[in-house]
T-cell receptor
């Protein structure tokens, strides 16, 4: 039973390019969460999605960032026109259903984005 | 002031020592409290989960929550070099798909 799969593991982008981060939740999990971890800091919530729905995007920057979780395929976190401050580790987590969300999180290994 | 405060460490202890890790928080609405362990270049993995105040024990790990003081602790007995990692506390207001608020993490090093 594969865990939460994130790819790529490492991503290097030049300033102004687009970054696409992918997350496939655990089998049977329908809730996906994205968190960002800056160097020497804890994880910061970005967005919570269910299939085809954004439930809570209160942690998403207002511009350049978007997320989706389509009916088929992985969840995508998209960052347009990246800047150096976007360099961070981006973690995806999934949970099976709403009642298990807080303690049922399973995190992926993250995508480390470096903007040069 | 951060919503959840955690001493960043690093905390260095000899093998076999008892380790105490702590977090304080300001939001009295938090009811669910978790400890995650994160190895370098890996995602966080859930260690302990507690609801409201009280203690919970799992093997060498004990989690304590004191809601009156807004203070949570994780104790590790008989620490091992394999416990060397960053420990993150996390909390949420409810169990209904809500976001977790994390502390900044404490880096622990257990020396053989």
């Amino acid at each position: 039973n594969a865990g939460v799969m994130q790819n790529p593991r490492h991503l290097v982008r030049r300033r102004g390019q687009e970054a696409r981060l992918r997350c496939s939740p655990m089998k049977g999990h329908s809730h996906v969460y994205w968190y960002r971890q800056l160097p020497e800091e804890g994880l910061k919530f970005m967005v919570y999605l269910q299939k085809e729905n954004i439930i809570d995007e209160s942690g998403m920057p207002k511009e350049r960032f978007s997320a989706e979780f389509p009916k088929e395929g992985p969840s995508i976190l998209r960052i347009q026109q990246v800047v150096r401050g976007d360099s961070a580790a981006y973690f995806c987590a999934s949970s099976p259903r709403i009642g298990d969300s807080s303690y049922g999180y399973t995190f992926g290994s993250g995508t480390r984005l470096t903007v040069v | 002031q951060k919503e959840v405060e955690q001493d960043p460490g690093p905390l260095s202890v000899p093998e076999g020592a008892i380790v105490s890790l702590n977090c304080t928080y300001s939001n009295s609405a938090f009811q669910y409290f978790m400890w995650y362990r994160q190895y370098s270049r890996k995602g966080p993995e859930l260690l302990m989960y507690t609801y409201s105040s009280g203690n919970k024990e799992d093997g060498r790990f004990t989690a304590q929550v004191d809601k009156s003081s807004k203070y949570i602790s994780l104790f590790i007995r008989d620490s091992q070099p394999s416990d060397s990692a960053t420990y993150l506390c996390a909390m949420s207001e409810n169990n209904a798909g809500n976001m977790l608020t994390f502390g900044g993490g404490t880096r622990l090093m257990v020396k053989p």
